[in-house]
């Protein structure tokens, strides 16, 4: 397992345990737009799971925003409002001071999705989003 998910550090462990097994993990990114980065992983050929970063306008909430993602319904909000996520997908919501000059009144969100790999562990995703999330927080990302 890389150490690095399309350039973001983000613990081995954590993103093997939101896998389906396999022999041959790949990564590619995506920019499918001006404000989002996607990180697709793919086991033996087939996509799995999907990290991304997404510029939203300021004044959304973190329920609002993963409306927008398939697989958030009914999903466990944490205690600061900041991440939501069930077994098989999560949204957060980057710190306050993550801006970037290019995405004037903006704030960074990241996601979490499995994608038809059978997983549905809402600890491993909950961990994934988390980690990932701080990642994204530490990185050229947040100005």
Same mark, same amino acid.
């Given at each position: 397992?890389?150490?690095?998910?399309?350039?973001?550090?983000?613990?081995? %462990?954590? *993103?093997?345990? @939101?896998? /389906? &097994?396999? $022999?041959?993990?790949?990564?590619?990114?995506?920019?499918?737009?001006?404000? +989002?980065?996607?990180?697709?992983?793919?086991?033996?050929?087939?996509?799995?799971?999907?990290?991304?970063?997404?510029?939203?306008?300021?004044?959304?909430?973190? %329920?609002? *925003?993963?409306? @927008?993602? /398939? &697989?958030? $319904?009914?999903?466990?909000?944490?205690?600061?409002?900041?991440?939501?996520? +069930?077994?098989?997908?999560?949204?957060?919501?980057?710190?306050?001071?993550?801006?970037?000059?290019?995405?004037?009144?903006?704030?960074?969100?990241?996601?979490?999705?499995?994608?038809?790999?059978?997983?549905?562990?809402?600890?491993?995703?909950?961990?994934?989003?988390?980690?990932?999330?701080?990642?994204?927080?530490?990185?050229?990302?947040?100005?």
């Amino acid at each position: 397992m890389p150490t690095s998910m399309c350039g973001m550090p983000v613990d081995p %462990a954590l *993103v093997k345990a @939101a896998l /389906p &097994g396999g $022999d041959t993990l790949t990564s590619a990114t995506q920019k499918p737009n001006g404000g +989002t980065v996607r990180c697709n992983l793919s086991v033996d050929g087939k996509l799995v799971l999907s990290l991304a970063q997404a510029w939203w306008s300021e004044g959304h909430t973190t %329920a609002a *925003v993963s409306q @927008a993602y /398939p &697989g958030t $319904d009914d999903g466990k909000l944490s205690d600061d409002l900041r991440f939501l996520h +069930t077994g098989q997908a999560g949204v957060g919501k980057t710190v306050s001071s993550c801006k970037a000059s290019e995405h004037p009144e903006q704030d960074l969100y990241t996601t979490v999705e499995t994608r038809d790999s059978g997983v549905d562990d809402p600890a491993a995703i909950e961990k994934l989003l988390v980690a990932y999330t701080k990642a994204v927080e530490g990185s050229a990302a947040c100005g």
